[in-house]
């Protein structure tokens, strides 16, 4: 989903354990918080995943605690993703886009994510959690739906090959946004073929480069 860091600093990673966590999530305990998007639903994926040498990581009791704090950062994520989508946004390539900059601690991911990408990555990242973690076809088909018209608005269809900034980055993020798309109309039983989607005619596509 993003391209290779800019730097070649190979980083370790550093999870933070939480002594005794409260079963119901509370941003308070937590060490700290990330108000993008897509951090946030990362995170919800990262949580998921047991702390090396966890004697209960597989306990129903370990287990539910995770998938509790990963639905409260799901939620967190949707509910930063629909203040944005009610704040009018100009054209990302304007010089008011840079208005509206979702906040990142400093050793967050987003720091090399273009600010009007997050939205959409966020979107596809809890496409993957539909239906990854709950399995909800239905709701990952919406996600999927909603990630493609983003990356319509964003014009990441029209990108100019030969536009070097942010483009490998943009271009990705349009090619696994169709990539999904597809793959949730492909699991909810539904050709692609037969699905009437009048926004998606004459659609220039970029061709495909190696990822």
Not at 75 to 82: C, G, P, S, V, W
Not at 125 to 142: E, H, P
Request: glycine share 2%; aromatic share 8%; with cysteine.
């Amino acid at each position: 989903m993003l391209p290779p860091p800019a730097t070649t600093l190979q980083y370790q990673d550093s999870p933070v354990g939480l002594t005794s966590p409260p079963v119901q999530p509370e941003k308070a305990i937590l060490p700290s918080w990330l108000t993008s998007p897509f951090n946030l639903a990362l995170s919800a994926i990262l949580v998921l995943i047991p702390m090396s040498g966890d004697p209960h990581a597989l306990s129903n009791e370990s287990m539910s605690l995770r998938r509790s704090y990963a639905e409260f950062y799901v939620q967190e994520a949707e509910a930063t993703l629909e203040l944005i989508s009610n704040r009018p946004q100009p054209p990302p390539n304007s010089e008011l886009s840079s208005a509206y900059t979702p906040t990142c601690s400093s050793n967050a991911v987003c720091l090399d994510v273009p600010s009007h990408l997050q939205p959409l990555l966020a979107l596809l990242i809890l496409t993957v959690y539909d239906y990854c973690q709950r399995g909800d076809r239905k709701g990952m088909r919406s996600r999927a739906y909603q990630a493609l018209m983003t990356a319509m608005d964003l014009s990441l269809h029209t990108i100019d090959l030969g536009t070097p900034e942010d483009s490998e980055m943009q271009r990705r993020a349009w090619w696994i946004t169709v990539s999904f798309y597809v793959c949730s109309m492909w699991l909810t039983v539904l050709l692609i073929e037969r699905v009437d989607v009048p926004s998606l005619s004459g659609l220039h596509f970029q061709p495909l480069r190696k990822l």
